[in-house]
């Protein structure tokens, strides 16, 4: 099994930054993709940035040129860079990974926990 410990929500000012982690630990052959999902209160989860393989990453059009994926792949940790922060980006942000945990045969989807992030105005 694959456990994501997440981390760096918080409260900030419009115009602020924050910077959310993503930790995979246990039984992992390789974590292909990493990313984080949004969801405010009565809207749907939706995509915020992912980083996939070695070196692609897609991001949601509304975060685009303010938030930056990272990813150090030998801890297994991602990181997302939130800059210029607005109130439309408060949400829970729930990291998740897909990874070969025992078998090479198939992939399996992993949860964090979520953080929430509220940006004030």
């Known amino acids: 099994q694959v456990q994501l410990v997440e981390s760096g929500g918080g409260l900030v000012q419009a115009g602020g930054s924050l910077r959310l982690s993503c930790a995979a630990s246990g039984s992992i052959l390789w974590v292909n993709t990493l990313g984080w999902y949004r969801q405010a209160p009565g809207n749907e989860r939706e995509l915020v940035a992912v980083a996939i393989g070695r070196g692609t990453t897609n991001y949601a059009d509304s975060v685009k040129g303010r938030f930056t994926i990272s990813r150090d792949n030998g801890r297994n940790t991602a990181f997302l860079q939130m800059d210029r922060l607005t109130p439309e980006d408060t949400a829970v942000y729930y990291c998740?990974?897909?990874?070969?945990?025992?078998?090479?045969?198939?992939?399996?989807?992993?949860w964090g926990q979520g953080t929430q992030v509220t940006v004030s105005s």
């Open positions: 998740y990974a897909v990874a070969y945990s025992t078998s090479w045969d198939r992939s399996e989807t992993y």
